[in-house]
């Protein structure tokens, strides 16, 4: 591995910021709105990561301007703990940001990824600021939430705790919100109610606490991947190759489950019928970018909400769905086969 004070100086250290938060509550929305308002004469680089095996978040952020670097295939703070620094040197040594903004999958555990940043591998070339986890204050309803020892330590650790999707609340909702957040010990940095990802920039520059600590500092996602490759008649085969047309893989860990797919360039949806399989259950998580016959789209559904949007285009399509409950993979896989546009002869 590099070492990062070899790969880059600088008069000061590079102001770096972890946004973080559950499956969902809209992270990507939220670096996309930072990304849109960063002065236009500052280098802004993202890393993102994803439980998932393709990444899809890096597609959702591309905007041509900034460096946009992806860690797919787990969490950062344990399986893919490597893969982040090599993808974080990258940017330092590749792209010479003057600010970096580090977003890790809904289901990782921030302390180890803080413990990183804030060590001896990074000291002086490296400035971690606030942490800043968004939340969908209805989640605190749930009792599955609740319980996850991840979904605690993220708002645990957050020095700014911010309500997301603040438009769909209810005002008992929003009430709940401000009585949890009272409560909590150290008290934030600061404490809001956004919609649609609307973080206040100077967020960026509040201060890391070093008085916070981790509820459950042993919670981490353990995560196992199988990959597929699915044939034309929706079979699973072994994978073959590094880039078939039609690539499946499954993943699991911190109690979910998740289905990734990887499209060649000649593989088309009719949107109808892929809006139509995407929205065959509620599951916690599916987005994408996937070309259809009417052109590209991305694909960001939360729970059952959400449908397609017009996206610019890629090298290639992915898809995610995530999920508390397992897949039935084939049977989804089946329907997206049936839902693709035919080939011409």
């Not at 770096?16 to 500052?42: C, M, N, Q, S, Y």
């Not at 940095?189 to 609307?198: E, K, N, Y």
Request: glycine fraction near 8%; include cysteine; charged fraction near 25%.
């Amino acid at each position: 591995m590099s070492d990062p004070h070899a790969l880059f100086s600088r008069p000061r250290p590079i102001p770096t910021h972890l946004i973080t938060g559950f499956l969902g509550v809209g992270k990507t929305t939220a670096i996309r709105r930072l990304l849109e308002r960063r002065p236009k004469d500052e280098r802004w680089a993202v890393l993102v990561n994803e439980f998932g095996e393709v990444g899809v978040d890096a597609e959702l952020l591309a905007d041509g301007e900034v460096a946009v670097r992806q860690v797919a295939g787990g969490c950062l703070c344990c399986v893919a703990s490597q893969a982040f620094t090599v993808g974080l040197n990258h940017i330092i040594r590749r792209e010479r940001p003057q600010r970096i903004l580090i977003e890790p999958t809904g289901l990782g555990h921030p302390a180890q990824v803080i413990e990183t940043l804030t060590g001896t591998l990074y000291a002086s070339v490296l400035e971690l600021h606030a942490t800043i986890t968004l939340m969908d204050a209805r989640h605190l309803a749930s009792a599955r939430h609740r319980a996850h020892e991840t979904w605690c330590d993220q708002i645990h650790l957050a020095d700014v705790l911010v309500a997301n999707k603040a438009d769909l609340y209810t005002e008992q909702d929003r009430e709940a919100f401000f009585e949890f957040a009272r409560a909590l010990d150290p008290p934030k940095l600061r404490t809001a109610l956004v919609s649609r990802g609307d973080l206040d920039p100077a967020w960026l520059d509040l201060p890391l606490s070093a008085a916070r600590r981790a509820l459950f500092p042993e919670a981490h996602a353990f995560l196992t991947a199988h990959r597929l490759k699915t044939s034309e008649s929706g079979d699973p085969q072994p994978l073959e190759t590094d880039r078939p047309e039609w690539w499946t893989a499954e993943s699991r860990g911190e109690g979910h489950f998740g289905r990734s797919w990887r499209f060649g360039p000649t593989v088309q949806f009719e949107p109808m019928r892929l809006d139509e399989t995407l929205r065959r259950d509620a599951w916690d998580r599916v987005k994408g970018v996937v070309a259809t016959s009417t052109g590209w789209v991305s694909i960001n559904r939360v729970a059952g909400v959400g449908g397609l949007e017009p996206h610019p285009g890629a090298a290639e399509g992915r898809l995610e769905i995530i999920d508390h409950r397992p897949l039935d993979g084939e049977v989804i896989d089946r329907e997206l086969l049936a839902a693709r546009r035919p080939v011409a002869p």
